[in-house]
């Protein structure tokens, strides 16, 4: 599982970091991190993809959150029993709180 996570959450930071560096010019004297670099990229994808480039951000996040959503069903429907499992632990039991009311409601006159 943490090998899955690696190879889903490594590409996501690295586009993130990348972007945003990037954006905000902040290159630190790497080429890659320039404003023109960005430029380029998204210029390049815009016409590959026959969009205009300030559309291709948007649509990236979109279908991170679509992978993500995608990855995490998938893994909660390998693990749920696991899941189950824990919610129920978690739940109050049902014996324990028929207890409590009939504590609650005996009378405490003789």
């Known amino acids: 599982m943490k090998w899955l996570l690696a190879f889903w959450a490594g590409p996501i930071v690295f586009l993130g970091a990348w ?33 205009p480039p300030e559309t291709i951000p948007p649509l990236v996040v979109r279908a991170i959150i679509v992978d993500s959503i995608v990855l995490f069903a998938i893994l909660g429907f390998r693990r749920r029993k696991a899941i ?9 039991s049902a014996s324990a709180e028929r207890d409590l009311s009939r504590d609650e409601s005996l009378s405490s006159a003789p």
């Open 84 to 92: 189950l499992a824990w919610w129920r632990g978690r739940q109050p």
């Open 19 to 51: 972007y945003w560096l990037s954006y905000y010019d902040m290159s630190f004297g790497v080429f890659m991190f320039t404003r023109q670099v960005h430029d380029l990229v998204f210029e390049i994808y815009g016409k590959a993809l026959g969009i």
